[in-house]
C-alpha cells in the first residue's frame, strides 16, 4: 500500500509540474483556436463544425474548445482553462483581444469601392470566353491538377488555379469550397505588404534609403540608437539584424506576437540588436508587421493608412474578396491575415507577372520585380525581398525564375514568368506532405 500511495503521490507531481510547465502555452493554443474559428466563420462563412474538424483539427490546437459564440465572435478554453476571446469588426477582420480591449470603441474602417466592370476575368467580373491554346497538353495539365487532390487526408490541398496569358485554363476545389470562399494566406500577406512598398517607391513617397528607427518617433529610441543605421532595404528582405524567433511550436517571439500582443507593430522593436554581428538573412514575421507600422507613419491619418492598400492595390486589381485583417490598436497585420478567394490571389500574381502593370495602368515600377526577385545574401538562393525564390533550384524540375508568394499550410501563388504562368494553391499541408516540385513539374510540363 506505502509503494503504491508512493507512485500515486509521484505520478501527482509529475502531472503538477506538467500543468505548470504548460500552462502558458495554453493561451497560445486557446487563442489560436478561437482567432481562427472567429475570422474563417465571419470571413469565409464558415461552419463552425467545419473549422473544429478540419482547420483546427491540429496538434495541440485541436484540444481547444468552442465556448461559446455570438454574432460579433467566439471565446475558446482548453479544458476549460485559458478563455481567449476573438471579435470581429467590419472592415478590419476578427482580433484575439484581451481583458483590456474596449469593446465599445469605434475604430474606422477603410474605404472600399465594388466597381463591377463588364471585362472577363481578370480585369472584370465576367466569364472569359472559352480559349483552347494549341501548345497545352490539356490532359496531361488536368491530370497534373487532379494529382494535387489525390490522398487528401495527406495532401490536403483544396483549391487549385493555372492562369495561362492571363486565362484560366484549370481550375478545382474540393467540396465545400469554389471561387467565391475566401482563403486565409498567412504569410503570403508579407509579399501584399511588400508590393505596397513598391507602390510608394513609385508613387515617389519613399525610397531605400529611409531608415525608419532615425526618422520615426518610436517611443524608447534616442539619438544615439544604433539601429539607425538600419535601412528599409534590410527589413525588406529580412536582414535588418534585428533578433526574432520564428518557431510556432513554442511560446517564441512570433506566437507572443500573434496570440498576445495588442500592437503587433511593436514586437520587433523590443528584440535584441548588436551593431557588432554581421547582418544575417533571419525569417521574421516581426520584421513584416514592424514595416506594416512603419507604413502608418508614412499617412497623416490612421483612416488614410487603413484606405492606401485598397485603394491603390487591392481593389484598383478588382480583389474585392480581399481582406486585410487588424490588430486591437488597428495596424494591419501585415505578416499573416490577409484573405482572398482563390481567383482574387491569381489576381494578384498576375499583376506580378505583368511587372505592375494592370489593364494599361502601372501601379508600381517594372524595375521593382527585378528588386523583390534579387536573391538576399544569406537566404540560399531562396529569398528576395518578401518573396520566395528559386534562384538556385529549390524545386530542381521547375524553371529558376518562378518566385512565389508561401504561407503556412501550403498557401502558394507560384510566378513563372518564362512560362507566362500564375499558380495558386491552398490547402492544409506543405512540404514533405504536398510535393510542391512534381506538382508543378507536371502543370509547366503541359505547356510546350
Excluded at 490588430?327 to 506580378?352: E, Q
Aim: proline residues 4%.
Amino acid at each position: 500500500m506505502k509503494t503504491f500511495k508512493r507512485i500515486l503521490l509521484l505520478l501527482l507531481l509529475l502531472l503538477t509540474i506538467a500543468v505548470i510547465y504548460n500552462y502558458p502555452k495554453l493561451n497560445i493554443i486557446s487563442g489560436y483556436a478561437s482567432k481562427n474559428l472567429a475570422s474563417t466563420n465571419f470571413i469565409a462563412d464558415r461552419l463552425y463544425s467545419d473549422i473544429v474538424e478540419s482547420d483546427n483539427n491540429v496538434p495541440l490546437i485541436k484540444l481547444a474548445e468552442l465556448e461559446s459564440t455570438d454574432e460579433n465572435g467566439v471565446t475558446t478554453s482548453v479544458f476549460g482553462l485559458m478563455e481567449r476571446e476573438s471579435i470581429c469588426r467590419e472592415g478590419l477582420g476578427c482580433v484575439l483581444i484581451n481583458d483590456d480591449y474596449d469593446k465599445t470603441q469605434t475604430l474606422p474602417k477603410p474605404k472600399r469601392t465594388y466597381a463591377a466592370k463588364n471585362l472577363p476575368f481578370p480585369y472584370g467580373n465576367k466569364e472569359q470566353a472559352d480559349t483552347v491554346f494549341e501548345n497545352i497538353d490539356y490532359k496531361k495539365l488536368n491530370a497534373a491538377v487532379k494529382s494535387a487532390f489525390v490522398d487528401y487526408e495527406i495532401q490536403k490541398t483544396r483549391t487549385i488555379l493555372v492562369v495561362y496569358k492571363g486565362q484560366i485554363v484549370a481550375e478545382e476545389y474540393i467540396e465545400g469550397f469554389s471561387k467565391d470562399t475566401p482563403i486565409l494566406g498567412w504569410s503570403m500577406t508579407k509579399s501584399v505588404l511588400a508590393t505596397l512598398y513598391g507602390i510608394l517607391m513609385h508613387q515617389g513617397k519613399i525610397d531605400m534609403s529611409y531608415r525608419p528607427f532615425k526618422e520615426l518617433d518610436l517611443t524608447g529610441l534616442t539619438s544615439k540608437d544604433p539601429r539607425e543605421i538600419i535601412p528599409l532595404d534590410d527589413f525588406l528582405r529580412m536582414s535588418s539584424g534585428l533578433a526574432w524567433d520564428e518557431d510556432y511550436g513554442s511560446i517564441s517571439d512570433v506566437t507572443k506576437m500573434l496570440f498576445l500582443e495588442a500592437d503587433m507593430t511593436k514586437s520587433q522593436i523590443n528584440t535584441a540588436y548588436s551593431s557588432d554581428d554581421p547582418k544575417v538573412w533571419n525569417y521574421s514575421s516581426g520584421t513584416s508587421n514592424f514595416l506594416s507600422g512603419v507604413l502608418r507613419k508614412q499617412f497623416k491619418t490612421h483612416q488614410e493608412y487603413l484606405d492606401f492598400p485598397y485603394v491603390e492595390l487591392i481593389d484598383k486589381i478588382g480583389m474585392h474578396s480581399m481582406l486585410i485583417e487588424a490588430d486591437m490598436a488597428g495596424n494591419y497585420v501585415g505578416s499573416s491575415y490577409g484573405w482572398a478567394t482563390t481567383r482574387d490571389w491569381a489576381k494578384f500574381g498576375l499583376l506580378h507577372l505583368n511587372k505592375g502593370n494592370w489593364n494599361g495602368e502601372q501601379l508600381f515600377s517594372p524595375e521593382w520585380i527585378d528588386y523583390i526577385t534579387t536573391p538576399t545574401e544569406g537566404s540560399n538562393g531562396t529569398y528576395g525581398a518578401h518573396w520566395w525564390l528559386n534562384s538556385e533550384g529549390k524545386y530542381p524540375d521547375v524553371p529558376k525564375d518562378l518566385y512565389s508568394a508561401n504561407g503556412f499550410q501550403g498557401q502558394r501563388v507560384y510566378i513563372i514568368p518564362s512560362k507566362d504562368l500564375v499558380i495558386v494553391r491552398t490547402g492544409l499541408a506543405e512540404a514533405p506532405y504536398f510535393d510542391d516540385n512534381t506538382f508543378l513539374k507536371e502543370v509547366t510540363g503541359a505547356i510546350e
